[in-house]
Every structure is written in C-alpha cells, then in structure tokens.
C-alpha cells in the first residue's frame, strides 16, 4: 500500500513539477508580452530624442477647434538675416495705412487676437471696433449693439471715430472682418500709384445693384483720405441712409452718390487681389458650385484655378484662427530658397525714386540688409 | 490535490516574471554599455554656414545651383486615384525627375509580394541601376507628402554626394535610430550604391521581423546600418526640423493647444523641405502658397537660383 501510495505522490509531482514549469513559461512570455507592447507603442509616438532639442514637444493631442494661445512667427528674426526689406519699409512710410477690425465682445479673444497676432501689426495704425470698449485688448466700444443688422452702423460709427481721433495719422483707411486675413505690404504696392487726395476705394468689386459696382465688405476695403471725409460729410448732410441690413451694399451705393470712384484692384496681369474666400476655394476648380451667387456677382470676369488670384494678393475672408497662422507662415516665412518668381512686379519708377528719398532723409530706420 | 496544483501554478508564474524581469534588466545594462559608443549618439545635419559658401564662389549660382540633380521616387498607395495626378501637376515639376510607384497597383515591377518592404527595396535597386549615374540625391515621399526641392537643395548643396548621407526626420526606436518615410527620406549617390551593392545578394537585408513585422523604413535603417551608413535628422540654423511628418495646420494646432496661455515662437522652419498628410487639394494651395503668394518689397540675396518649371501654370 505504501508502494502505491508512493507512486500516486510521483505522479502528483511530476504534475505539480509539469504545471510549475508550465506556470513559469507562461508568466515570463506574459511580461515579454505586456512589455514590448508597451514599449512598441512608445517607439512610434516617441519624438525626436534631440539633445539639444531647442523646439517644444508635439503631443498628439489635436485640442478643440478654437485655438488657445498664439504664435508669435517674429522671434525668428536669425532667419531672416539674408532678407532686404528696404522697400517694403519705404512703402511703410509713405504709404500710410490705418486697419480698422470689425469685431465684438464674444470675438476678441476667439478671432480678433489673431488677427492681433499676425497681420495687424503690419498697420501704420489698428484699431479694434466693438459694441463696447474694451481696454485691455484693447478695443474701442461703438455703442451699438451685435448683430448681422447692426454691421452697417457699426462701420458708419467706426469710420466716424476714425474721421474725428486719427484723420492725419494715415492716407488710407482699411475695413476688415476679424476672419480676413490682409497682407499689408501688397496692399501698399496697390495704393502707391496712387494719391489719397483722389476719392477713390478698392476691395473685390461686385457688380449688381450699383452701377459702378460696390466692394464685398468680408474682402476688406480701403478709402483714400478724401473718400473718409466725404463718406463721413455724407451722414452729417443726409445725402445718405443711416440703416441698412447689408452693409457692403449700402456703403457701395453711398459711395457712388457722393463721387468716390470704385477702383480697379487687380494687378498688372489682371488678377484679384482682394478675395472674398480662403485660397483653397478659389484656386481648386469646381469647388464654388457653378450656381454659387459669386459667378454672377463678380465685376471682372471670376476665374477658379491658378488664375484667380494674384500674386501679390491683399486679402482672404472667411479664414479661421489656423489659417490665420498657416497664411501668416506661407506669406512672410515659408519660401522656395533661390526661387525666381515668374511674376516679377514693381513700383513704378517716379515711386522707386520717390521712397528711396524718404529712405535717404530718415536716419533712425533700422535696416535688414545684406550681411 | 488541486489547491497544491494551483499553488504550484502560480509559484511557476512568478518564477517566470521574475526570472524575465532579471534577465531584461541585464540585458539593458549590457546594451546600455555598448549604446556609449559614439555610433548611437543622435545624429543631425544643419544647413550650410558662409564659410561652406565662400568655398564654392568660383561657380556662378546657376551652375552651383545644376549641380544638385535630385531624383524624385513617391512611393505607396493611396484609395484615393487623384493624387497621383496631383503630384505630377505640382510639386514634383521641380524634381530634376520623379518616378511615381503606386504600390498598391504595381505597374513599375510587377512583383507578386505585397510586402512594402521587398517593394522598397526593389525600387531602390531599380532606380539605382537606372538613374545612379545622372543624380546625386535620391528623395523618396508618400503619396501624400508635400515637398520643397529648392529647400532640398539648399540643404545639401555644400554636401558631397560621395560621402554616404541617410537624412529625413529621424526617430529613434529601442537603438535603432531610422528615418521615417512619413517625413520623407534622402539617400545619396553613396549610400544608394551601398544600398545596391547589399541588395545585389538577394540573402542580404531580408525581412528583420521577429514577432511584429517591421516597418519599411526600419527595414531600411538596418539594412543601411549594414553597410555603414547612418541616420541623421536634418534641421534649420535654429535646430527647428525641416522634415515634417504633419501637414501646417496641424503642426500649428499643437503647437498653440500645448501652451493655451501663452505666445509661442513658431516652430515651423523658413525653409522646411516637407509636410505629410496632404490632401490633393491642399497641394494645389500649397503650390500657390509657396511659388507665388508673396509679399512685396522683400528681396532675398541667396546664393542658389532656381526658375519656375517651363510650362507650369500653378508653378
């Protein structure tokens, strides 16, 4: 009995043995297992083990829609050691622009600080125009109320308050939307030929309703100093309509009645400069729908490809906080080293000579010349 | 009876984690040791200084800049068929010549594997023996990859072409440092030949994979490893990376959701050579963008000069 007994506790064993080694087996390919799955995901998202990594982590996190903070493109001022900004500095000069940004409470700080952040400071002046004040942005407070109804008195308010605080400041006078993107330095190139005297305005002109046309009010548009005074002397005299609910029409139609000529704002190839969508919409064929309002409305023959838009293009509406950044980045930061641009514009040459005047008679400008 | 069998079981269990965990923990040890050598230090490549410039002077910038002939390959698959007309309308104008392989619908080799890897390695092999002579950087991009030759160039125009250069956007995995095709990946005239040389025994640079297959471009980094040629991330002057994996918007959006409260300095490159993750649409703006959309009154004094494609009319 004790043989068998003996032999029953052997077999056990050797079970217990079997189950131990199995035991074993299993719990060491569990760790291998667990780990190089762990450590196989933290290969791929590992980024770049840089040591001396001076950029900042990008997690794979891709946030909400509205953007938290803000990018400031100008601390990269070593880039642009090989960059002669001479003329667009002259231009600067003597061209003279003041922005003003249609915005309000609720868009400070979802739409207008980007703005704030980018293109605005390329303005001889910006102001903000809200319904109310605001000092910390800061924003100048119209006393009107919000509202799509409310734009055309708005504008009416923000050109007054522009007429009486800083009509000597400046020669032209911009209107944009706090989703427009501008581009300052080609919008001077435009104007240069020009003599703010003249009652004249530029902006993506649209054709219906007003014989010489009207400026679409999400484009951006600009009045020389004489147009301001007369837009201004027009409410004072009545010879146009306080209310409206479309503002870029009721500018355009009051504009006609007091004689500013609505300008031609394509370059000298006869492409738009002021564009009333992002870059995208214009330039892929097909993407605005044939029955789009916008084929019958455009003044100029509308063109969709390559063509639609110029070169030296001031402006884009409808553009959100990151195509703020990206415009900002293609426009002043990413280029083609060494590329020769097909289109090769330039001043004409009473200007060339006019602001390499200014630039010989200025001491304190601070010049980005050649090394 | 089945309680002393459990036990045992999971005294088995325990002895096996530990018995891993201790065998693990030498082995990092032992790599670690091996990882002081200088061979696994991370490598980066930075544009030219103007003491590279001056050296080359006696050529004018046009010659100077004929001198780079990069050889474009886009290689992978794509659902969607538009991008490959896309590419050939865009970007790729500006290669000194491109190759599209479509892999998912090979028409280049007609080989019978679906492995990216085989695929990659015979592209290389072929267009090495087919173009090896006539171009000294070989770039090759996904489908859906956006790049700047000219910022290519400028990148490597100092550089000799003879010496065995392997750069992109690098990422380290365990010890091997690789380039991720996502960003992009240039070889050149060197290590295309050592490349070649290797892959001209069909025993070398196999499949790598043990228990998780790896990727095509591990693969490549090992196989290169082989014949001496090392990954290096290439950067601005600012250490900024110039090959993107991201497409802009993106990069934006993190970079900004990352830091809510405050300014931050960009971290996109001037001269950034790609961006992934493009649709064909967002090409086409990217063409406008970059080649045209300007602003006025800013002139560069650069020492390379490159014309617009003959031809083009989105440039």
Redesign the interface.
Known sequence: MSEIHFREMAS?SW???L??????????????QL??IL??EQ??T?P????????????????ENH???????N??S???K??????????YQKVKILCWVMTGPQNLEKKAKHVK?TWAQRCNKVLFMSSEENKDFPAVGLKTKEGRDQLYWKTIKAFQYVHEHYLEDADWFLKADDDTYV?L??L??LLAKYDPKEPIYFGRRFKPYVKQGYMSGGAGYVLSKEALKRFVDAFKTDKCTHTSSIEDLALGKCMEIINVQAGDSRDTTGKETFHPFV??HH??KG?LPRTFWYWNYNYYPPIE???C?S???VSFHYVDS??M???E???????????????Q?TLPENILKEISQTNKNEDTKVKLG?? | MVSASGTSFFKGMLLGSISWVLITMFGQIHIRHGGQTPDHEHHHLRPPNRNDFLNTSEMTPMELSKGIRVFCIIFGESEDESYWVVLKETWTKHCDKTELYDTKNDNLFNIESNDKWVQMRTTYKYVFEKYGNNYNWFFLALPTTFAVIENLKYLLFTRNASQPFYLGHTVISGDLEYVTVEGGIVLSRESMKRLNRLLHNSENCTDQSVIWRLSEDKQLAICLKYAGVHAENAEDYEGRDVFNTKPIAQLIEEALSNNPQQVVASCLSDMAITFNGLTPQKMEVMMYGLYRLRAFGHYFNDTLVFLPPVGSEND
């Open positions: 056990k079970l217990n043995i189950i131990f080694l199995c035991g074993s087996a299993i719990g060491f390919l569990l760790c291998s780990f190089s450590l196989g290969g791929d590992q770049n083990v840089l040591h001396n990594d001076p950029h900042a982590r990008h997690s794979d996190d891709n946030g953007l938290e903070g803000q990018m400031n493109f601390a990269d070593n880039q642009h090989d960059e002669n900004t001479d003329i667009a500095e002259n231009l952040a581009i330095d080609n001077r190139w870059p995208e330039l892929i993407y490809g390559p063509g838009c070169d030296l293009a990151t195509t950044y990206e415009l980045y293609l426009v002043y930061h990413l280029r083609p080293y060494g590329y020769l641009y097909r289109y514009p050649n090394p």
